[in-house]
């Protein structure tokens, strides 16, 4: 899914599933230069790309909550706590390094990979989640 279809996709489930949420609008190119001094780093281009459309999300039920970009913390060494699904599995990006699609790895707080890129997130994941409720923060054959 193109990011310019992200916003039309919530529109439709709050229509057909009366789904609550609110999309913010985009962080300034100064907000993102700003917080990426604050922590010494350098956004990958799809995290940037998403924060230069939507400074932030949160979603009532499923939980879910993408920080603003002013909000963003690192939670330990490398690990950017960039959301939160079901309102306590933290999700982070890896910045120890790039990873084979040059971008930041998508990591749960039990170091699941949960994706190599923001654009597959975005895509993929995050629906994932609001409209089948996978928990996508760990394996899919873990029970519990």
């Known amino acids: 899914m193109r990011l310019e279809h ?3 996709r919530f529109e439709k489930l709050s229509k057909e599933r009366e789904l609550i949420y609110f999309l913010a609008e985009k962080a300034t190119d100064q907000e993102v230069a700003e917080i990426e001094s604050k922590l010494k780093i350098s956004f990958p281009a799809q995290v940037k790309l998403f924060y ?4 932030g999300l949160k979603v009532d039920f ?9 909000n963003l913390k690192f939670h330990s060494k490398n690990r950017l706590n960039f ?4 309102e306590n599995h933290q999700l982070f990006f890896d910045t120890s390094h790039f990873n084979e699609a040059n971008q930041w790895n998508i990591v749960s707080d039990n170091d699941f990979r949960v994706t190599l890129t923001m654009a597959s997130f975005w895509s993929n994941k995050i629906w994932a989640w609001i409209e089948k409720e996978r928990k996508i923060w760990k394996e899919e ?3 519990g």
């Not at 959301?83 to 079901?86: G, L, R």
């Open 52 to 55: 230069e459309k939507f400074n």
């Open 6 to 8: 992200f916003r039309a």
């Open 62 to 70: 499923p939980n879910l909550e993408i920080f603003p970009v002013e």
């Open 141 to 143: 054959f873990e029970v």
């Open 83 to 86: 959301a939160v699904f079901d």
